[in-house]
Every structure is written in structure tokens, then in C-alpha cells.
């Protein structure tokens, strides 16, 4: 029997990296997409049904999360809060959604308990990234050592980051090279049509790409 692992999968470009290198661990992969009120969440979930058909993927599951939008507090949830163009600030900034990676690890715990999954795969990226505090090696090791202390004693997920400590260009060489269909992930905070280019999320992606030296397969409308 083969070896089971949940990957989340937001449509974007690390995720779905991360869910590939499950694939080539020799995983069978269980989808999991959270649909949580987001600007782009049209655009995301298509980008993520087309990522989990090329993976084959087991089970799909596609979720959704209202209350990120009910309680705000993040550009990417609340329309009153304007996503920053201006460049990539200290801190943690307002496209920081509270606890989102907790939450979204919680609920892959629990799929990942009901099919005995070995592994939960999460392309969280620490050293190259928006500087968001539930990227950080450190607290996804301590997610884990919760959710096994909280589920069956058979269960011993292990949650795996494989892209922590990469670059954007490393991530981007390595999609290329074991065939991620990055034309189909997005990573625009703000629009659906036409990516940007202005905010974080697409300035850390165009510059991964020209470090890279490979050209991004996405429309820019900066």
C-alpha cells in the first residue's frame, strides 16, 4: 500500500512545489484547499483544481472558512484594509491573516488522521518571504509536536516544509526542473484577471523568476 500524504495547496506557486516534492517522496496526495474569503479566492481555487488533477490526486477536498472574512484584520479579507504596492515593508504586514497556517494545519491534521496519513506537506517559506509568524520552522515543529499530542496514538503525522529555507529563484529553478505547471498558480494579492505586479506577493515572485533567469509564464499589468 502506498504511502499517504496530505498536501495544502493554496494555488500559488510554493504550494504547489511543496505538493510535488510530496508526489516524488513517493506520496499519495490528499488535496486540501481553503477558500477563506480571500480577494483572489475565484482564482486561487482554479489554479488549485488544476494543480491537484496534475498531481492525481487521491481525495480533493475544497473548504471553506467564512470567518476569516467575519472577523477581518488582514488586507486579503477585509476591503477596507488596502493591499500595499509600495514594496516589501519590516514587520508583519497587512496581508497577514491571524493564525491562518494554525487553523489550516488543525483541519489537515484531522483529514490526515481519518485516511492515516503519514505526512502533511505545507510549502511555507521562511528565509525569502512577506515575514509572516506562522511561516517560521520553529512554530511548524511545535504544530506538530501539538497535533500528535492531540490525536490517536497511532497517528504520528509528520509535517514536512521542504521549502522553508529556499530562495524564491531556488523554488522557481526547482518547478521548472520536475515540471510544476506554473502557468497555472497565482500569487497576486489583489487581482483575478491580470496579476498586479506591484504587491508583495508578485514583486516576491517576478524577483525569484529574474534571479532564476527564466521568464514568469504570467500577464503582469505592471
Known sequence: MKKIAVCIISGGMDSALSAKIAQRDGYEIIAVH???GQRTQA???ECFRLLSNALNSRQIYELDLPFF???GASALTDNAIEVPTGGIEEGVPVTYVPFRNGIFLSIAAAIA?????EALYIGVVEEDSSGYPDCRKSYITQMQTAINLGTKKE???EIKMPLVDLKKSD???????????LEHTWSCYKEEGKACGV???C???LKGFEEAGESDPLSYAK
Do not use: M
Open 155 to 157: 497517528t504520528q503525522l
Open 43 to 45: 482564482k486561487e481555487l
Open 199 to 201: 504587491c508583495d506577493s
Open 34 to 36: 481553503f477558500n477563506y
Open 69 to 71: 472574512a467575519d472577523i
Open 113 to 117: 488522521e481519518k485516511h492515516g496519513a
Open 203 to 205: 514583486r516576491l515572485r
Open 171 to 181: 523554488i522557481v529553478q526547482k518547478s521548472i526542473e520536475w515540471g510544476v505547471p
